[in-house]
């Protein structure tokens, strides 16, 4: 949401100042160079990355229109599906649990949450590790370095798209000169006419320039930006999930787990004991 208002901010204040100045907006209307530059970027894309990487970088687009998911309520619910989980699993012991979590979409637990059931990659690296805790045969050690592997090769993931948007938005100044250069060109044949028409020319190549400097750091280059805080804030919160699981394993009791969860949510997004408690409580809180 903020970035469609930060799109309009930054094309307002363009033409606005623009028009303050007595300019036609017609004059920057030039099919040609959108042509060249945006089928050009376009077109790098399509060279420098594979087809999941050009679908990721897609999804991540559509996933900065939408905000990031991650937000106070995802994790108020999620230190609550702690709480439940393991109460769970205490009272019912080890054979509740691995059916828990062997089909969680079935879960009488999971199904209650269905704000974490969204997100399948959350849903398989939670369920994927108490599978292995279940078995008994790794310490608590050794699947906390599991996690943090799974972690990692996961945000390298998320990576991907953000690094192919910025190689995109980086490309276009030059785009924008080869499409103002392409334009000079075509001015140069054009020497000796009317001194109207050469004119013309000349504002369509500068266009091409100034086409190329906005999109880079007016709109991808932010939006790339932006993707990578979505991405840092993903990552937090799948530690949540890690720091959760850990103390459960450890042996814990419940509560403890999710508070160890609480304690390593992002301040900004950080739900407080009281809340916490209401909501593991069933109270107003949830």
Request: aromatic residues 4%; charged residues 15%; proline residues 4%.
């Given at each position: 949401m903020f970035a469609i208002v930060g799109f309009i901010i930054v094309s307002g204040a363009i033409i606005g100042g623009y028009l303050m100045e007595h300019g036609v907006l017609a004059v920057l209307f030039q099919p040609a160079e959108l042509v060249i530059i945006v089928g050009a970027a376009l077109g790098t894309v399509l060279i420098a990355n594979p087809l999941p990487v050009i679908v990721k970088?897609?999804?991540?687009?559509?996933g900065v229109l939408k905000g990031s998911p991650h937000n106070k309520a995802l994790y108020l619910e999620t230190l609550k599906m702690f709480n439940a989980l393991?109460?769970?699993?205490?009272?019912?012991g080890a054979t509740k649990l691995e059916a828990d979590v062997e089909d969680p979409h079935k879960s009488d637990v999971f199904t209650k949450f269905p704000g974490f059931l969204k997100d399948h990659h959350a849903v398989d690296f939670l369920c994927d590790t108490l599978r292995m805790s279940i078995s008994g045969q790794m310490d608590p050690f050794a699947l906390d370095s599991m996690m943090e592997l799974d972690m990692e090769v996961h945000h390298k993931?998320?990576?991907?798209?953000?690094?192919?948007?910025n190689a995109v938005a980086d490309s276009l100044p030059g785009l924008g000169i080869v499409a103002a250069v392409l334009g000079v060109v075509i001015t140069m044949q054009s020497l000796g006419g009317p001194p109207e028409e050469i004119g013309h020319k000349v504002g369509a190549a500068l266009v091409g320039t100034f086409l190329?400097?906005?999109?880079?750091y007016g709109f991808l280059g932010p939006l790339a930006s932006n993707m990578g805080k979505i991405a840092d804030s993903e990552g937090a919160y799948y530690n949540t999930l890690r720091v959760g699981v850990i103390a459960y394993i450890r042996g814990n009791p419940p509560i403890l787990c999710a508070e160890f969860a609480r304690r390593a949510v992002p301040h900004e997004v950080r739900p407080t004991f009281k809340e916490m408690e209401k909501a593991c409580k069933g109270g107003a809180a949830a």
């Open positions: 970088l897609l999804k991540s687009i559509l393991f109460v769970s699993a205490r009272k019912n993931e998320t990576q991907m798209p953000i690094g192919a948007l190329g400097i906005l999109l880079c």
